[in-house]
């Protein structure tokens, strides 16, 4: 089975600007949790999508939004970027909701100049 | 909300010694996670713990649960270069919100 796939894998982006991720889940995953990692922060949640809704939602501003489509795609889209959202962003699927095992794709390194 | 804390922060160990990390969650926890990310990689599932007291070994690796379900631990015995990595306990909380709290992550780098 292909595992989670993610892009683009690198982006730079300048503060002010937009930018929309994207998420390919392992084959059958129904549930995607986004997450930002940071070197001084750890692993911070954004949110969670099941179904096509939004089950959970991380501490982040509304500039942070995310939607799933039904075939379990995801994307998360970042407005008006500052250059504290330069990050790693990770996105995981798993079989269910519910505190499943994840399984993390390799990421986007977004860097906000 | 929430909180899931680890240590150490980070550890430095000599190749073949002995290695710990320990997770405590501010809440009762209806199960613990366990992820180790090599550096430039991402987190990777290792185990999930259930039971409060559990105990379950992969080869050098030891992870347990405490009988409280707010603590958990991974030692590695005899550790090799391959260990190198980040650690992270991931617990999820008992009280019905089923969102996974990441741990602070333990950062355990081998002397060779």
């Known amino acids: 089975k292909a595992g989670v796939t993610q892009t683009p894998r690198y982006l730079i982006k300048t503060r002010g600007q937009q930018v929309t991720l994207s998420c390919s889940p392992i084959?059958?995953?129904?549930?995607v949790s986004w997450y930002q990692q940071t070197p001084g922060q750890g692993l911070q949640f954004l949110f969670e999508y099941f179904s096509e809704t939004q089950r959970n939602k991380g501490n982040f501003p509304g500039r942070f939004s995310g939607r799933q489509f039904s075939n379990s795609r995801s994307e998360m889209n970042v407005s008006t970027l500052e250059l504290g959202d330069s990050a790693l962003y990770l996105c995981a699927s798993s079989l269910d909701r519910g505190g499943r095992e994840q399984y993390f794709g390799p990421g986007t390194r977004l860097t906000v100049t | 909300g929430q909180q899931v804390m680890q240590i150490p922060q980070y550890q430095h160990v000599q190749e073949g010694e002995d290695f710990t990390t320990y997770c405590n969650s501010s809440?009762?926890?209806?199960?613990i996670q366990w992820y180790k990310q090599r550096p430039g990689g991402h987190p990777v599932f290792l185990i999930q713990?259930?039971?409060?007291?559990e105990v379950k070994k992969q080869k050098r690796l030891t992870f347990q649960f405490g009988e409280a379900k707010k603590n958990s631990s991974l030692h590695i015995t005899a550790t090799q270069t391959t260990d190198v990595g980040t650690y992270f306990c991931a617990g999820l909380s008992s009280f019905g919100n089923e969102k996974l709290t990441f741990g602070t992550g333990t950062r355990l780098t081998i002397i060779p």
């Open positions: 809440t009762t926890l209806s199960n």
């Open positions: 713990l259930v039971k409060s007291g």
């Open positions: 084959s059958g995953h129904r549930s």
